[in-house]
């Protein structure tokens, strides 16, 4: 199983600042990682997946990048909204989350 | 309009039973895997079991192997997720979720239901 590490566990930023969020695989898992976003008592939202691919209607303040074991997701300029928990996950061998990162003001 | 809606949680004893439904609309049923995901209160995300979007093939995490099955009802546009053998640590939100490229069967998931509660306990 491919264990996916998310650092730091908690994130504390105000709005307009850049937030940067990092996952770490055990083992390679190529691009094929996503990022998802979670608000309370809502499903995840997906945001990124292939590391770098903004999914349909995602703002461009959220970019992702990295490959092998080591992956980002960078929000340029965090709004209210953004402040969340964010979950990564990969697809190269059955399908694992990350434990999350909570951005919080 | 892509919308997913999970029923069927509720609370079950430890060894009993239960079945979820996710009746999906607004897409293709028939062209995109299924997946199930599950979200303990409080806990991250955990994967549950994905299924092809013919039903012919079937996946699952081992923390649930042999006791859960997944399936489908094309003509009804609906996923199943028969529990069995419930343990109290399955206690958690369900989720269900479309796959992002249709064909591939463990894929990210780009639209998620509202879920489920299941909670096992006497």
């Known amino acids: 199983e491919i264990v996916l590490t998310q650092s730091p566990a908690t994130l504390s930023l105000s709005p307009g600042e850049r937030a940067t969020l990092s996952c770490r695989a055990s083992?390679?898992?190529?691009?094929?990682l996503a990022w998802y976003q979670q608000k309370p008592g809502q499903p995840p939202r997906l945001l990124i997946y292939?590391?770098?691919k903004r999914a349909i209607g995602i703002p461009a303040r959220f970019s992702g990048s990295g490959s092998g074991t080591d992956f980002s997701l960078t929000i340029s300029s965090l709004e209210p909204e953004d402040f969340a928990v964010y979950y990564c996950?990969?697809?190269?061998?059955?399908?694992?989350f990350g434990g999350g990162t909570r951005v919080e003001i | 309009e892509v919308q997913l809606l999970e029923s069927g949680g509720g609370l079950v004893q430890p060894g009993g039973s239960l079945r979820l439904s996710c009746a999906a609309s607004?897409?293709?049923?028939?062209?995109?895997?299924m997946t199930w995901v599950r979200q303990a209160p409080g806990k991250g995300l955990e994967w549950v079991s994905s299924?092809?979007?013919?039903?012919?093939?079937?996946y699952y995490a081992d923390s649930v192997k042999g006791r859960f099955t997944i399936s489908r009802d094309i003509s009804k546009n609906t996923v199943f997720l028969q529990m069995n053998s419930l343990r109290d640590d399955d206690s958690a939100v369900y989720y269900c979720?479309?796959?992002?490229?249709?064909?591939?069967?463990?894929?990210?998931?780009?639209?998620w239901g509202q879920g489920t509660l299941v909670t096992v306990s006497s």
């Open positions: 979720a479309k796959g992002l490229e249709g064909l591939r069967v463990l894929d990210y998931s780009d639209y």
């Open positions: 607004g897409f293709t049923f028939s062209s995109f895997a």
């Open positions: 299924i092809s979007n013919t039903g012919g093939s079937t």
């Open positions: 083992q390679s898992v190529a691009s094929y």
């Open positions: 292939d590391a770098s």
């Open positions: 996950q990969q697809r190269t061998n059955w399908l694992t």
